[in-house]
């Protein structure tokens, strides 16, 4: 869909947050990505080549990756005037901004000039249906959090790696727009119909049984008063088996939302426990995900263990110390075990 | 916007919850109406004179209203065939479904053709923000429900009524195509990006400081496995001072969802006014309003009275008894008294 190799967008924001899809990105696919362009006023980077755009085609780059986040999605004069400039230089341009980049007259004239393509992934590309909260076969796992931002889709990434390692069939079901950009294909939730949220996650992660497991990305937060909504309807039309846990322990707000305090990890559990069980009754919690990229390393494991003992979940920071542990309790809760040996643990 | 009198549309369906557009125009504007349509194998009525499409033109018509209802919204054939001899008779279209008139290439053309409007009222007609949850002044009451279609559209315009009876400024604040039919403008809650569910409800009823209360139309239910993430990012946006919760006693089970039973009215209550509180800390709520048209009068009488003595709240049919009970309760909860002596109670 998305030809790769990649350049990554950084463009001159300053907000490490803002720039998730970048980061995700390169995380999860590096061998897809040639290098990261900057503006020279910013100190943020992914620690890639940086480079130009022509620069970036001479090194092979089919796609600018516009992996950056702003509030309501709006495209700005400079990501206009950058897009504009990569497509001149070769590229295609992608983006998972709610403005699509096909409206804007420059790109799209730029694109035609050029012989290139303008990718807005926020476009759902399936015919989406209401929701009808049936109960369907399959072992469906969900990450959701106590606040936007915290590592939803890394845990769900990690989850993946740490199950298919163990030889469990398992895979990534991506709600947002790094996640499409990761797994190929997708539902943008946020960017759905409301009426069909719920409808577009059925669809996403339907009945299965081949005893594989669908991890599915969250959205949001149930306590975020800007996105609660879209987080509700996700967790209804998942209909989750387990879900997990992710919190940014440092965060000293909602996301965006200066008088918005963060909710407790046992009021988020508890909360979304509640919602779950509206489509899914026997849905338990199989363990808590901290980014700790903000803590030292022994910082970290404290605030693990200390939560651990707290909520009763294993609780780990999946980038850093794998999310074994949480595998293990799924077998446990769920009385399943590898299918295959593991090579090596 | 559109233009009036209207022909209002039944069509062929038989279930009566599936007119409630067309319903609802004629119980709040029955001076805009001068007919309905119906097909002949069609038992519904709304009392209005039954006229095809030339005859309602004869008879002044300016708009068919496509007042009904399907699940996901979809635009049936004979819909469409319906649609198309009205525009040929003379008649422009309004429609509230998801399927858009507009996308119908022989309706797009039809229209051309004769020289008459297609009204998608379902398109939003501002520009919409992400919501931010940020305290605002101003007196807001919010509808909300155990289940979708129980009446919080008629409740809301009741209140409005009455409190106007009373001298109160109330406005009216639409979230539904038959509301915002009926109001004039409005905002298609179900039918905007997910993202700017709560964005757009701020939008719809912003910071007010001149005493005045703006009533909310609900939508949906937190109950509701389809729609509960749109119930639920209304609420957040629409940071109620009050709610009023919508009830009709004898569903059997969710609307369209046989294999989902009803929440019961004290867990709906409850499960309402804690999720308000993520945005409006000091929400009350002022009353039940219960759709008694199922009913006979004595049984309606008797099911407020005991729905009233088990929540503590004031409970009537506001369309057949009057919203009086709860404009008394919002008058001791907020300490305000009418502005005017009301003519004669």
Known sequence: MIETPYLLY??????PLSIKTSRGIAMFRPDDCVGEFVHEENSLTLGLPQMGFSQAVQAGAKTLILGVASAGGALTEELIADAEAALNAGLDVASGLHS??????RLA????????RLIDVRDPT?????????????LRLLTVGTDCSVGKMVTTLCIEQAMQARGYLADFRATGQT???????GVPVDA?????ISGSIEQLAPERSDGGWDLIEGQGSLFHPSFAGVSTGLLHGAQ????????????????????FPMPSLERTIAANLEQARLTSPDVVAVGVAVNTSMLAEKEARDMCDKIAETTGLPCVDPYVHGADLIIDRIEKCFAISPPFTPLST
């Not at 399936?126 to 399959?138: D, H, P």
């Not at 996640?179 to 294909?185: D, K, N």
């Open 100 to 105: 699509r980049l096909r409206d804007i007259p």
């Open 240 to 259: 989750p088996s387990a879900i997990v846990i992710c919190h940014e322990p440092t965060r000293k707000h909602m996301r965006g939302l200066p008088h």
């Open 10 to 15: 950084l463009g001159s924001t300053s907000d």
């Open 192 to 196: 759905v119909i409301a009426d069909f």
């Open 179 to 185: 996640g499409i950009m990761i797994a190929g294909s």
């Open 126 to 138: 399936m015919k989406l249906k209401v929701g009808t909260g049936a109960s369907r076969q399959g």
């Open 109 to 116: 004239e730029a694109a035609t000039r050029n012989g290139r």
